[in-house]
């Protein structure tokens, strides 16, 4: 990596990602398994817990709740929510994008199981596929074959994953 004479190698990286001139601040990214969304009480200390961490994207695990309450999903800083879920309170999960954020989604991939979302698109001018998944906690090749299966082509952009890939903890090596 080089940088310029006088800048700190922190400053420099900065400056690679897009944040060092104050044009297109660093992606804040934030992956969380919040077993849970329903209670409002809940809800209110996890969404003040992301602001308060600055979160510019928040992929969030087990939900918990049914597509019709992805509404509860949109608060302050929340600018475009994402969310798979299914019409029971179990899975689910969602992508948030900050109001600061620029975001602009292409194309979204939903599992009717509520266990991953895909989001195709151009974040702060680059192009990305967001990916947020909640795998089952056993060994199940083949949803992994079909989450890899479904991932967009990425067309020279970048692949952002986050979330719960449980899997393989009794599986044999490589056995996807």
């Given at each position: 990596?080089?940088?310029?004479?006088?800048?700190?190698?922190?400053?420099?990286?900065?400056?690679?990602?897009?944040?060092?001139?104050g044009?297109?601040?660093?992606?804040?990214?934030?992956?969380?398994?919040v077993?849970?969304?329903?209670?409002?009480?809940?809800r209110?200390?996890?969404?003040?817990?992301?602001?308060?961490?600055?979160?510019?994207?928040?992929?969030?695990?087990?939900t918990?709740?049914?597509?019709?309450?992805?509404?509860?999903?949109?608060?302050?800083?929340?600018?475009?929510?994402?969310?798979s879920?299914?019409?029971?309170?179990?899975?689910?999960?969602?992508?948030?994008?900050g109001?600061?954020?620029?975001?602009?989604?292409?194309?979204?991939?939903?599992?009717?199981?509520?266990?991953?979302?895909?989001?195709?698109?151009?974040?702060?001018?680059?192009?990305?596929?967001?990916?947020?998944?909640?795998?089952?906690?056993?060994?199940?090749?083949?949803?992994?074959?079909?989450?890899?299966?479904?991932?967009?082509?990425?067309?020279?952009?970048?692949?952002?994953?986050?979330?719960?890939?449980?899997?393989?903890?009794?599986?044999?090596?490589?056995?996807?």
């Open positions: 990596m080089t940088h310029r004479p006088g800048a700190s190698p922190r400053k420099a990286m900065a400056d690679r990602r897009g944040g060092g001139d044009l297109c601040p660093p992606t804040r990214l934030i992956t969380w398994n077993k849970g969304l329903n209670g409002p009480v809940k209110t200390r996890v969404f003040s817990h992301l602001k308060g961490l600055k979160a510019d994207v928040a992929m969030l695990q087990e918990h709740l049914k597509v019709a309450d992805q509404v509860r999903l949109r608060k302050g800083w929340v600018g475009q929510v994402f969310h879920g299914l019409d029971a309170k179990n899975r689910g999960v969602a992508i948030l994008v109001k600061r954020v620029a975001f602009e989604a292409a194309e979204v991939v939903s599992d009717k199981e509520g266990r991953y979302i895909m989001v195709k698109g151009r974040l702060q001018g680059e192009k990305v596929v967001l990916v947020n998944v909640y795998a089952p906690n056993w060994d199940d090749a083949g949803f992994m074959r079909r989450l890899l299966g479904r991932i967009p082509d990425l067309e020279a952009g970048g692949l952002i994953m986050g979330g719960g890939l449980q899997y393989g903890a009794g599986s044999p090596t490589g056995s996807f």
